[in-house]
């Protein structure tokens, strides 16, 4: 290199130096302590990237499918389990991404009931289940729904249409595991009222329906959950596209900051004891805050 090749490097190092030094001497940023971050749908015996979540400041998780052997052990994070999600004999999500386990398949009542016992005796804290057309069987539904609440566990459903939604909502169930990517009906959004939906809207390319399903159901007072579907998406930290599309579903950076930390840690009762993150700024006026921690404190 020489000549004014040379000369250009030259001038983009003092550029670069110059504003190296403007940054030095602009006064630190406040300091805020704030809870650690949930991701409320992960998947992490498809993607074991749990260190790499407790360093980004993920502390906690929900893995809302895994093979049932690793219910109970443990995990680089705290993590809220569903064992496999409860399906129809060889439906999603065995005959996708999931056939090494993160299913069971159920084709009747007895199957249900005892599946559900099990998983709830091997420490499941969320039964989760695969409905929409190679899901469980809609007459199911119920069933499952009463045999988890019968063991105290809350029902998870993998519902991408309205029709499922609706018939989730109807049997009782708790949270929608994602956002639905079908447009939701008045009524079914309606249904869901005082119970809960995890985000998911980058996994599933975060269209203008689903964004609008998750701003109505919001403000049907349907709680909103923050989750990436970790392990089906492979940003393995906080995630700012989901962020950027929890913004345009109408949640400001106090709702999305709530999504992200308190309001999960409160849903899924979980004790991080004194774990912690310090921020350079109150992410409640800007989200983004929670996506570089600048110090992260395990419990
Ligand atoms: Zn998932």
Redesign the pocket.
Known sequence: MRGAGRTAVVKALLLAVAACHAQAQSPPTQAVTWPPIVDS?V?LSFDPVGDELARRGVLAAVD??APEATLGKPAPILLVQAGPMLTHGGGYPLDAWGEAGFGIGCDDAACVQTTIDRLARERARVIKLALDDDGLAPPLIPIAVAAAHADHLRVAVHALTDASAARAAAAGADIL?HTPVEHLADATVAAWRGRAVISTLAAFGGSDTTIDNLRRLRAAGVTVLYGT?L??TRDAGPSADEIALLAQAGLDDAAITAAMTTTPIAYWGLDLGTAHLVLDGDPRHDARQLLHPREVHKR
Do not use: K, R, V
Request: avoid cysteine.
């Open positions: 749908h998947h809302l499918a595991a579907d392990g089906n």
